[in-house]
């Protein structure tokens, strides 16, 4: 990502915090409840406020240790994980965190490949999951083509309503359950160590947008506020993530789907349910090529087909003789890249879903990729960056960057067994 020096252009504070909440809070909400159920009513809360200290913590180090290898490479950009990591671990440890970052992009592809039919499954329940999967293909794969990344804004922004509205239903029908109900579910445990790894898994899932942190310092027009806007940030992603996992656990007790929102059409026929639930599968539909478009980006570099034509295939006419010494026509190279990438993106979107048809349970998957991904990119990486420089002499600090890499490796080992183990077991699930 390339930002404009221009002060202009770059965002304001107002801007970078709704930036970061929006890349903070995603589809990977909707299935807090399903976590919560792994967890218990008291471990669950108090894991999650930890885990948010830690990941905000980890997010004020990746800047801190980008900011001071600017100070000391002012010629040089440090603008994604991976030029920062390049910079302190060497240029094959970088490739590795680049291809780290582009893995978890393509997991919460796998990721939106089964939310989709999920959701639309338990509004149409004529339909299977397996046939809506199917459906969906050609749509997901003609979005993938779209060539500018410009050219998806309006679908960030319809996924970005979508789901706060869905956040504020959900949360607005289970307090209203409670107050019903006359008060909780009946017989919730506090405490559920057997399936926590679960919800570590599921949990850190949801900050899935700890990747984009450098990228959306670099676009501030005031960097020195970088630590208020991320606080102010942090407390509503906080606020947003506990009342949709706590409290749709407690009113309505275990929640077996990945998606709350697919969870409640079972549980009610209420059309407010039934229309969140088509919103977020066009919202998700329609973001997956910005979520894929990382990946993308890079494995067409790699392929040599990366381009859109004009002087690069100019070049290329220039320095590429074709068969008998003529060399092809710009516009013939154009439309053979073109045909290329299109290739590559449709097989890009297939191998994603048939990764999210051999696992059936949304909640799993979900648990599985944020367990693999999201815990070295918001747990382990940072402080691991952070010791590797020793910017800090401070044994505290040292101490606290320890603790919170093992966590992240931890709970992410853990997380992945469990989930690993549930989907070759077949983990049976009511309501989906």
């Not at 830690?54 to 950009?77: G, S, W």
């Not at 970005?160 to 359950?177: D, R, Y």
Request: hydrophobic share 50%; net charge neutral.
């Amino acid at each position: 990502m390339t930002v404009s020096t221009g002060t202009s252009q770059r965002a304001t504070d107002r801007e970078t915090f709704m930036n970061l909440v929006k890349v903070g809070i995603g589809p990977g909400c909707l299935a807090l409840p399903f976590a919560f159920t792994k967890a218990g009513t008291v471990m669950a809360p108090l894991t999650l406020i930890l885990m948010t200290m830690m990941v905000y913590r980890n997010m004020r180090l990746i800047i801190d240790i980008k900011e001071h290898l600017k100070a000391a490479y002012p010629t040089q950009q440090f603008t994604t994980y991976g030029d920062i990591a390049r910079q302190v671990l060497g240029s094959r440890s970088g490739q590795v965190v680049d291809y780290l970052l582009i893995s978890m992009q393509l997991g919460i592809c796998t990721v939106y490949f089964r939310f989709i039919p999920t959701n639309l499954h338990a509004t149409f329940t004529s339909v299977t999951q397996d046939r809506w999967l199917v459906l969906i293909i050609p749509f997901v794969t003609a979005l993938t083509w779209i060539r500018h990344m410009k050219q998806l804004a309006a679908f960030a922004m319809f996924a970005n309503v979508a789901t706060v509205v869905t956040i504020c239903v959900i949360v607005g029908f289970a307090g209203s359950n409670i107050v019903a109900e006359g008060g909780v579910a009946d017989g919730l445990p506090e405490v559920t160590l057997a399936s926590a790894p679960v919800f570590f898994g599921t949990a850190i899932y949801s900050f899935e947008g700890c990747g984009a942190v450098p990228s959306v310092h670099e676009s501030m027009q005031e960097p020195k506020n970088w630590v208020t806007v991320l606080g102010h940030a942090g407390v509503v992603i906080f606020v947003c993530f506990i009342m949709t996992g706590e409290l749709c656990y407690l009113s309505y007790g275990e929640i077996t789907s990945g998606s709350i929102t697919a969870e409640l059409a079972h549980r009610t026929d209420n059309p407010i349910i039934g229309l969140c639930n088509v919103m977020m599968a066009a919202a998700v539909l329609l973001t997956y090529p910005i979520q894929a478009y990382p990946a993308i980006e890079v494995f067409e570099r790699k392929l040599g087909i990366r381009g859109d034509g004009g002087g690069a295939a100019q070049a290329e006419v220039r320095s590429s003789p074709g068969r008998g010494g003529v060399s092809p026509s710009a516009d013939t190279l154009h439309a053979t890249r073109r045909t290329q990438q299109a290739a590559f993106r449709t097989l890009l979107v297939l191998f994603t879903a048939a990764a999210a048809a051999s696992v059936e349970h949304l909640g799993l998957i979900v648990s599985l990729f944020g367990s693999v991904n999201g815990s070295v990119i918001a747990l382990v990486l940072p402080p691991y960056l952070d010791l590797q420089m020793a910017r800090v002499s401070s044994f505290e600090h040292s101490a606290v960057n320890m603790i919170t890499a093992a966590f992240g490796l931890l709970g992410g080992a853990a997380g992945t067994a469990i989930a690993v183990q549930h989907i070759i077991q077949g983990e049976e699930v009511v309501g989906e």
